[in-house]
């Protein structure tokens, strides 16, 4: 199998099922019961022929002609191909403005993630609850990590220090990191690396809204 498939889907098609998802539970809120991979085509402007071949990859569900495919059966697939039905607890290293976003944001518990303790080095942030979550000094997260067999970080630290906490994440046992922290971490061939970097995502939006005011 290719190095960039997952349990027999590309990691391409990994990145779309979250939006898929997200459409889904609204057509199912609107009580829609079936929906046509066109359909979801159109919706999220995406290629036709890519959603069907997707649906085809991630789902157990297969579409009938012209009803479509079951919403309920798409949903129930789609989140156990993502570990939703599987919530995994996290820790959350770095108690500044957008430790605070991640740990006010409800819906994570949705998407299979549950914040279990925040940590800082900072003496002004030690001791205080974020939304029901208590921030813990930083030097304790490689050994409750390894007590609690925590298997996912979140850097949210300054670039500076990223590295230093990925380390101590490491050394606690976890296997997947979630880093907002916009620097390259060095980690095991075995431990997972997802960036999140806002700088680059900012310039790429900037980059298209600049073609497009060109074209006005």
Not at 29 to 40: D, L, M, R, Y
Not at 91 to 97: C, E, I, K, M, R
Request: net charge neutral; glycine share 6%.
């Amino acid at each position: 199998m290719d190095d960039d498939r997952k349990y027999g889907v590309t990691i391409q098609a990994l990145r779309r099922v979250p939006y898929y998802l997200q459409q889904l539970k609204i057509l199912q809120k609107n009580n829609v019961e079936t929906v046509s991979a066109p359909k979801i085509a159109e919706l999220l402007y995406l290629n036709e022929v890519q959603v069907r071949k997707d649906f085809a990859s991630v789902s157990l569900s297969k579409g009938k002609p012209k009803a479509g495919f079951s919403v309920s059966e798409l949903i129930t697939n789609m989140e156990k191909l993502l570990g939703y039905d599987n919530t995994e607890e996290a820790v959350l290293v770095g108690a500044g403005s957008l430790a605070h976003a991640l740990l006010a944001y409800e819906e994570l518990k949705t998407y299979g993630i549950k914040i279990v303790a925040a940590f800082d080095n900072n003496a002004a942030y030690i001791g205080m609850e974020i939304n029901g979550t208590k921030v813990l000094p930083a030097e304790k997260v490689s050994d409750l990590c390894r007590r609690m067999k925590v298997h996912i970080g979140i850097i949210t630290v300054p670039a500076a220090q990223a590295q230093i906490v990925c380390d101590q994440l490491v050394a606690g046992g976890v296997l997947a990191i979630w880093n907002f922290a916009p620097v390259h971490l060095s980690v095991p061939d075995h431990i997972l690396v997802q960036n999140e970097n806002l700088a680059a995502s900012l310039a790429v939006l900037s980059k298209h809204l600049k073609k497009t005011i060109d074209k006005i």
